[in-house]
């Protein structure tokens, strides 16, 4: 066997176990990391509100009934905000809240009754000072 040969082989080796070991790698990046995924059943939206702040609202199944969350994000501490909540065209909560550290933010959870068919949740923000709103709505 010539130099070249036995050059070729080891070559050949060191690339196929470092393939082996990207193969792994990626293997346990699958197994092990990401972000979090929204749990099967969830349905989530966001969007931007009338200023510069966004709101997110998510529904999710809740032993027969729906957990809503909504969450409005200014950036900005201290901010006194009213909302309320309604399902399929009735309040069904409404209340104050105010931005807080780190992130600016405030959020909303409430349990509803799942009502027969599709039901439509939607989340509004006002912050009375500003005339910003903020309106999402989901189907679940």
């Known amino acids: 066997m010539n130099h070249t040969t036995a050059q070729n082989r080891g070559l050949t080796t060191r ?18 990391g990401g972000p979090a995924l929204a749990k099967d059943g969830d349905v989530e939206r966001s969007g ?44 069904s909560a409404r209340g104050k809240a105010t931005t807080k550290p780190p992130s600016g933010s405030f959020e909303v959870r409430r349990v509803v009754v799942d009502l027969k068919g599709t039901d439509k949740l939607t989340f509004v923000a006002r912050h009375p000072k500003s005339g910003e709103v903020c309106r999402g709505s989901v189907k679940f």
């Open 15 to 32: 690339l196929a176990g470092a393939g082996t070991a990207l193969v792994l790698a990626a293997g346990a990046l699958t197994l092990t």
């Open 48 to 91: 931007s509100c009338s200023g510069g702040t966004s709101w997110k609202l998510k529904a999710s199944p809740e032993d027969g009934r729906i957990e809503v969350e909504g969450e409005v994000d200014s950036n900005k501490n201290g901010q006194k905000w009213r909302w309320r909540l309604m399902h399929n065209g009735s309040r």
